[in-house]
């Protein structure tokens, strides 16, 4: 696609419940990442896909985090018993990026997830 | 630990003005610096950005200036315009290729 897609673009659940927030990167684009971005604060690195390396997890702020990238394209997010504190935007981007390289992330518009 | 420090937090600007945003970081081994813009609702997208051995980048009223020996850096805006308004990131790329962000700058041109 043109750009990096991301849905829902909304999403409320009660504290608790599962969620999973879809990534659709742009096509060719190895590299994808997830970031997190409470109000008013920085973007929170998450985790970051590269080709067919392992990923680098070291951002997930718990075990009810997980991620996974399905044949090197589309990505889902999973929150497992949600928490009040992880209510905040969460972004997707994707990258041509190889080290040594000057790309950017591509972003998307982000998902907003309101746990009540 | 935060890498990448980013100041200040909030700039008021009056139309016309310069705007500048400052950035710091700890990490030499970092490879590039980007800056992103975001407007409410919308994802960041990259403004303009600078690798380590280049003091100076522009690109129309965008400048980076760039200080490897004092490891900082930071954005210019000249001719600042109420289009202008938004939140704005500094950040810096690990050599694994993650990027690092600051905190953020919400810039407010008054017309």
């Known amino acids: 696609g043109a750009g990096v897609s991301q849905s829902p673009s909304n999403k409320v659940t009660e504290k608790g419940k599962d969620v999973e927030l879809r990534c659709d990167p742009i096509s060719g684009h190895t590299a994808l990442y997830w970031y997190r971005q409470s109000l008013g604060q920085g973007l929170e690195f998450l985790i970051y896909f590269q080709g067919n390396s392992a990923p680098d997890k070291s951002g997930l702020p718990s075990d009810r985090f997980s991620a996974e990238r399905t044949g090197g394209s589309v990505s889902t997010l999973t929150i497992q018993r949600t928490q009040q504190e992880d209510s905040a935007v969460y972004l997707c981007?994707?990258?041509?990026?190889?080290?040594?390289?000057?790309?950017?992330?591509?972003f998307g518009s982000g998902t907003r997830l309101t746990v009540v | 630990q935060q890498q990448v420090k980013q100041s200040p937090q909030s700039l008021i600007v009056q139309k016309g003005g310069i705007s500048i945003i400052n950035c710091a970081y700890e990490?030499?081994?970092?490879?590039?610096f980007p800056w992103y813009q975001q407007f409410p609702g919308k994802g960041p997208a990259l403004l303009i950005a600078i690798r380590p051995d280049v003091s100076e980048k522009k690109e129309g009223r965008f400048t980076i200036s760039f200080n490897k020996s004092a490891k900082q850096f930071s954005l210019h805006i000249m001719d600042s315009q109420p289009g202008d308004s938004a939140t704005y990131f500094c950040a810096a790329r690990e050599e694994g290729g993650k990027l690092i962000f600051g905190q953020g700058t919400e810039l407010s041109v008054k017309p």
């Open positions: 990490n030499t081994a970092f490879d590039y």
């Open positions: 981007a994707s990258s041509l990026d190889h080290p040594g390289t000057a790309y950017g992330y591509t």
